[in-house]
């Protein structure tokens, strides 16, 4: 599948299972938002649609007429399902009909698919009635689910699925990416991967809307500014993790991507860091810490990281000193 970038494990498994005979009828493909899980989601369904490519081969022929239907969206056996314009949730009404269409026979092709994007966005009702077609899909049916809370799905829908962990993206593979399929130029393709914390799918959003980037370069300069703020300034400020998990998962993903920077620094790395500004302060950071506690500090952001994704009800506090 060359039209997928990263995540080389996740692709290679959906390969094999195309090729294979017997293919599972439900996937939940897990990590982070804005990694590629829709997009490897629907590429998959590309490949198991595609009537034209030799059957050995894992790459969609690109012209048969599923190929050419899904390229425009409008491949009546694969259908993704999204709540509703101004919703934020995907109602059970929704799944009910989704249902439903998954108990008929696809309608011209090998398989019908129906791909559910972050379902924790699914109310529990849904999720609940989901489980008889997870259990037993009709031939011919298939699910493919994603989700970015770990915590979030069902042990009942969990257990119903193969499970395909994803990973962020590194900046290497972000640059490949956003040049060659998004001709971005390369120098502006490194600076838009040091900032996408490994989601590509962010860092082509920010190379369309450079208000995004110019946000983030804020934020990361006001983290930054706590360097040199008082202990007291620094304890107000990196202790409010905000109230709910969306905005301290947010909070510690900035200032996971703005210590990157700072341990790089502090290993004599800084040309692989972000740039401007702010790569002079995570120098000047760096410098003064040294590499060993810049990495100490580092730790325990991750440990607050995983805290976090354990036990989403007990918000964990930022470490605030390194
Ligand atoms: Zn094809």
Known sequence: MRAIYGNQQAQARLERAALGDAVSHAWLLTGPANIGKTTLALEFARLLECTGRDPASAEPCGECVSCRKLAHGAHPDVIVIEPKKDERTLKVELVREMIHLASLAPSESRWRIFIIPDIERMVLAGANALLKTL?????????????????????????????????????????????????????????????????????????????????????????????????????????????????????????TLWWRDVVLAAGGASHLALSGDLRACAERLGARLGLERAQAFMRSLLAAQLALEANALDLPRLPVKP
């Open 135 to 255: 259990e037993e899909p009709a031939p011919g049916v298939m699910l493919l689910l994603t989700s970015s809370e770990p915590e979030t799905p069902l042990p009942t829908i969990l257990s119903r699925c193969q499970v395909v962990p994803m990973l962020p993206l590194t900046p290497e593979e972000i640059t490949y990416a956003l040049t060659g399929r998004w001709q971005i130029p390369e120098m502006d393709a490194r600076r838009l991967a040091a900032l996408a914390n490994g989601r590509l799918g962010w860092a082509v959003r920010a190379a369309e809307n450079p208000d995004l980037r110019e946000q983030r370069i804020r934020e990361l300069e006001e983290i930054a500014s706590l360097a040199s703020a008082s202990r007291d300034e620094r304890l107000r400020r990196a202790g409010a993790l905000g109230t709910d998990v969306e905005s301290a998962r947010r909070v510690l993903e900035l200032w």
